[in-house]
Each structure stands twice: as structure tokens, then as C-alpha cells.
């Protein structure tokens, strides 16, 4: 029987607003291959709009109880979330020198939601153990880094059956996300209505970066193998070649070395919103 699956994701994908093109289609395969491996145990690695983590961002930090906060038309509810693993897996990381934080309570937003609704059809359906990864408040770890947590976290549940989730974009810009937190606590639709002027500014000044997709192609390049040459130089001018969006990739890249092989690129399309689905079982 197989002992490890991993699917990597972008999210949003299936909004009603979304394109209906092979991603979308390609997440319904990956799903019906979750259905089929039937995991024990979901390693979720995630990250955050900065709804969650605000005034303190840690770099990685799991998660012992979750709620799901519903925006962008995202599910509500409870994760089921097995604290007892998660405690045991942050002192095994502590012990292998990862500076990981505790969230001994998190409300998680879309990041989250979105691909576990998408994958495992309800949020509460799984056992899920969130592993925050921050991706949207410079300054975050390397790949290289994310590479190692996953590695250890496969490491610790090598005796499970595991799926293991990514959930980020690949190559995209995040106007929003170009200036520092500022504190203030916003409603989820006031945020929406910032973001739409801070989006619509950028657009106004020609600010939006122009990106290629090149940076896409070697990304999953790298992890459609096991090698971690790649790692160093994905990171090199990342945000002027793959915009700011493409440090979520981080989620991945964790996932894809928790799993410990190389994925296969289902669907790829590339755009302002970089849209892949990736899996492999093993």
C-alpha cells in the first residue's frame, strides 16, 4: 500500500469566477486520487493573506487547533486538527534545530480552506495538521529552508499514511502585499474594497509586473525530481522574476520534499494568478 501522497495546488481555483481550464479540471483528478489513497493523516503546509498571523509572523509554525475563517467564499468551521501529533512533531523539530513556532490557536483563511474543501470535499472530514509557512511578509525563509522542514517532517511521519498538501500560486504579483503590514484590522470586506483600489492603482500607474514564465518552468522542473541543486537558484531575484505571489511556492516545496519525490505536473496554466495543480503518490 502506498504510504505517502502529495498534491501541490494553487487555490481559488474553483471560485465560480475562476477560468474553467485544465486546472480546474486537474484538481478534480487529484481528488478523486485522495478518495483513493485515503490518508490517516493530512500534512497541510499553508500560508496566510495576513488575516491570521499579524502581529507576530513566524516563519513556520504548526498549528494545535484551527478554525476556518470562510472569506473569498471559502469554507467555516472546525479543522480536525491532532493536537497531540502536533505537539510531538514541534518538539521533534525543536530537537533537529528548527526554530518552529506554536499556534496553539489559529483562525486560517483561504490559503487553507480553499484546497482542503477542494481535495478532501469538507475541512472536518480528515484529521489535518496545518503547517504555517510565511510567504507573504518579507522577509521569509529560503527554499532551501522549506526544503528541510519538509524533509524532517516526512521524516517523523515515515510510519503513516500521509497525504501531504502544498496549497499556493506559482509566478503572480500581489500589489497589496508590496507595502509593510500596517496593523490596522480591517473587515473582510473592507479589505476586499482595498485591495480592488490597491489593485486598480497599479494598474492605473503601469505598476503591475510583466512576468515571464520561465521562472514557472523551473520551478516545476525542480520538483518534478529529487535533486536539490534548484533550490538555490529559484530563489535568486525571485519577486522581479516571479513576483511576490511566487514565495507561496514555499508551501510546495515543502510538501514536495516531505514526500520525497519527484510530482507530476497535471495542469499548468500560467497567468497573473499562476494556476498549477502537481501530484505524486509513492
Same mark, same amino acid.
Given at each position: 500500500?502506498?504510504?505517502? &501522497?502529495?498534491?501541490?495546488?494553487?487555490?481559488?481555483?474553483?471560485?465560480?469566477?475562476?477560468?474553467?481550464?485544465?486546472? +480546474?479540471?486537474?484538481?478534480?483528478?487529484?481528488?478523486?486520487? /485522495?478518495?483513493?489513497?485515503?490518508?490517516? &493523516? *493530512?500534512?497541510?503546509?499553508?500560508?496566510?493573506?495576513?488575516?491570521?498571523?499579524?502581529? /507576530?509572523?513566524?516563519?513556520?509554525?504548526?498549528?494545535? %487547533?484551527?478554525?476556518?475563517?470562510?472569506?473569498?467564499?471559502?469554507?467555516?468551521?472546525?479543522?480536525?486538527?491532532?493536537?497531540?501529533?502536533? +505537539?510531538?512533531?514541534?518538539?521533534?523539530?525543536?530537537?533537529?534545530?528548527?526554530?518552529?513556532?506554536?499556534?496553539?490557536?489559529?483562525?486560517?483563511?483561504?490559503?487553507?480552506?480553499?484546497?482542503?474543501?477542494?481535495?478532501?470535499?469538507?475541512?472536518?472530514?480528515?484529521?489535518?495538521?496545518?503547517?504555517?509557512?510565511?510567504?507573504?511578509?518579507?522577509?521569509?525563509?529560503?527554499?532551501?529552508?522549506?526544503?528541510?522542514?519538509?524533509?524532517?517532517?516526512?521524516?517523523? #511521519?515515515?510510519?503513516?499514511?500521509? &497525504?501531504? *498538501?502544498?496549497?499556493?500560486?506559482?509566478?503572480?504579483?500581489?500589489?497589496?502585499?508590496?507595502?509593510?503590514?500596517?496593523? *490596522?484590522? &480591517?473587515? %473582510?470586506?473592507?479589505?476586499? %474594497?482595498?485591495?480592488?483600489?490597491?489593485?486598480?492603482?497599479?494598474?492605473?500607474?503601469?505598476?503591475?509586473?510583466?512576468?515571464?514564465?520561465?521562472?514557472?518552468?523551473? #520551478?516545476?522542473?525542480?520538483?518534478?525530481?529529487?535533486?536539490?541543486?534548484?533550490?538555490?537558484?529559484?530563489? *535568486?531575484?525571485?519577486?522581479?522574476?516571479?513576483?511576490?505571489?511566487?514565495?507561496?511556492?514555499?508551501?510546495?516545496?515543502?510538501?514536495?520534499?516531505?514526500?520525497?519525490?519527484?510530482?507530476?505536473?497535471?495542469?499548468?496554466?500560467?497567468?497573473?494568478?499562476?494556476?498549477?495543480?502537481?501530484?505524486?503518490?509513492?
Amino acid at each position: 500500500m502506498k504510504k505517502r &501522497l502529495t498534491v501541490c495546488a494553487s487555490h481559488l481555483i474553483t471560485l465560480p469566477s475562476a477560468p474553467h481550464g485544465p486546472v +480546474r479540471s486537474a484538481i478534480g483528478a487529484a481528488r478523486e486520487a /485522495v478518495d483513493e489513497f485515503d490518508p490517516e &493523516l *493530512v500534512v497541510f503546509f499553508g500560508t496566510d493573506h495576513r488575516r491570521a498571523f499579524r502581529s /507576530v509572523v513566524p516563519t513556520f509554525a504548526v498549528v494545535l %487547533e484551527a478554525t476556518a475563517q470562510g472569506d473569498v467564499a471559502g469554507p467555516t468551521g472546525s479543522y480536525d486538527v491532532p493536537a497531540d501529533l502536533g +505537539r510531538a512533531l514541534v518538539a521533534d523539530l525543536v530537537a533537529h534545530e528548527f526554530d518552529i513556532a506554536t499556534a496553539y490557536s489559529a483562525a486560517l483563511d483561504h490559503a487553507f480552506g480553499h484546497t482542503t474543501r477542494d481535495l478532501l470535499g469538507t475541512i472536518s472530514s480528515k484529521p489535518v495538521l496545518p503547517i504555517f509557512i510565511n510567504c507573504a511578509s518579507p522577509p521569509h525563509a529560503t527554499f532551501r529552508r522549506a526544503a528541510s522542514l519538509g524533509r524532517r517532517v516526512g521524516e517523523f #511521519f515515515a510510519d503513516k499514511r500521509v &497525504l501531504y *498538501v502544498g496549497s499556493g500560486g506559482l509566478a503572480h504579483d500581489l500589489p497589496g502585499f508590496r507595502e509593510p503590514e500596517t496593523g *490596522v484590522v &480591517l473587515t %473582510e470586506e473592507e479589505r476586499q %474594497e482595498w485591495i480592488k483600489s490597491v489593485n486598480s492603482k497599479a494598474r492605473s500607474e503601469g505598476t503591475i509586473r510583466e512576468l515571464v514564465r520561465t521562472w514557472d518552468e523551473s #520551478f516545476l522542473a525542480g520538483i518534478g525530481g529529487t535533486a536539490w541543486e534548484w533550490l538555490d537558484s529559484i530563489d *535568486v531575484d525571485l519577486v522581479e522574476r516571479g513576483g511576490n505571489g511566487a514565495a507561496e511556492c514555499l508551501t510546495w516545496t515543502a510538501a514536495w520534499a516531505a514526500g520525497g519525490q519527484g510530482l507530476t505536473t497535471l495542469a499548468h496554466e500560467f497567468d497573473t494568478s499562476g494556476r498549477a495543480v502537481v501530484m505524486s503518490a509513492r
